[in-house]
């Protein structure tokens, strides 16, 4: 397979996990608005920093007021992450390798962009925001299990499987992230009517609830951290994420199990190795927040490695030639031997 082939669905699948997770993330703090007495900004920023786009949101909205956040998130196609934009984009991703998809998966991309496109016209609002993103996740959804149901599982739908864990992966990890150093910013709220419905919340955005339930039974910090970071069963912890992930990496690359022949199999075999032998004894002794922030820059570096070794590289533009140096290389072509020839 052509890395550019690879690239586009390794992306495609990226961005569609990006748009359904935080349509997951939008609606869950829609219902929690109406649960908790919190401050508008209280409600919205720490979602706004979970996306990593603090900055841009700050330059363009100033204040994390409901509309804003919810446009900046929603809409805004300034903004190259916002559900819009990522469906977008996947769709141009799925345009430029058509050929590789199965008929039902492009007839949906493209039905998807253009029914999202047409309900969010410029000048018109949403009526209800906690129903188009039920839409939004369902559609996200549909693309899984059409992908699943109508793609050979062979190099196309490994990148696809690759793109999808990497962009979950690394979406429970600032999910996690955020809300437990927001919580743990007021001590005084520990154990409150408050914390256990930021708690559930954070569950609820990765469809857990039901899940951590059966298989740890109250909520606490510690336990809700354990089962996203290190449950091995469930599909959006991390540990599951980087086993599914280093799977299609070896159905892709020559290497067997336990070895490396390059830089991403290397970085990804280390890092679920090290998953596998920890416990949230180890993670708070680390420190939460060090942790997890540790885990998003081994994330960031696999991705890079994925894009070097077997995706389209970045392209790194060269320096122009400076008009000075122009001169001196004339000078050293005057001085190199002159071969005669007949």
């Known amino acids: 397979m052509l890395s550019r082939v690879a690239d586009s669905i390794y992306w495609m699948n990226r961005y569609l996990e990006r748009a359904e997770n935080y349509a997951r993330f939008l609606d869950v703090n829609l219902h929690l608005a109406l649960d908790q007495p919190l401050a508008v900004s209280e409600q919205w920023m720490p979602l706004v920093e979970t996306t990593g786009d603090r900055e841009l949101f700050i330059e363009q909205y100033g204040s994390a007021t409901t509309s804003h956040a919810l446009r900046f998130l929603i809409s805004d196609e300034t903004n190259p992450n916002s559900i819009f934009s990522c469906v977008r984009s996947a769709r141009e991703n799925a345009a430029l390798v058509r050929e590789m998809l199965s008929g039902e998966m492009w007839l949906h991309i ?21 129903e188009f993103l039920q839409w939004v996740k369902d559609n996200c959804a549909l693309h899984m299990g059409i992908m699943d149901s109508t793609l050979s599982h ?4 490994h990148f696809g499987c690759l793109g999808r864990y990497l962009e979950r992966a690394d979406k429970t990890s600032r999910l996690l992230d955020i809300k437990y150093f927001y919580l743990l910013a007021k001590p005084e709220d520990v154990g409150s009517t408050v914390d256990l419905l930021q708690w559930q919340a954070v569950l609820r955005s990765a469809s857990a609830l039901e899940m951590f339930r059966r298989s740890e039974g109250s909520i606490t910090p510690a336990a809700v951290a354990s089962f996203l970071i290190l449950h091995p069963d469930f599909p959006r912890t991390i540990r599951f994420c980087l086993n599914k992930a280093e799977a299609s990496l070896r159905e892709l690359t020559p290497s067997g199990s336990g070895t490396f022949r390059n830089e991403v199999e290397k970085r990804l075999g280390a890092f679920r190795s090290q998953l596998d032998y920890t416990d949230i004894g180890d993670v708070f002794k680390f420190g939460m927040h060090e942790y997890l922030d540790m885990i998003q820059v081994k994330l960031n570096e696999i991705g890079d490695a994925l894009q070097n070794v077997l995706l389209v590289p970045p392209q790194v533009p060269q320096p122009p030639v400076k008009e000075t140096e122009i001169p001196d290389l004339i000078e050293e072509e005057k001085k190199a031997p002159v071969i005669w020839t007949q």
């Open 110 to 130: 493209n039905k998807f962009y253009l029914t999202l496109t047409d309900a969010l016209k410029p000048g018109d609002e949403l009526k209800d925001h906690s």
């Open 154 to 157: 062979s190099e196309a739908w």
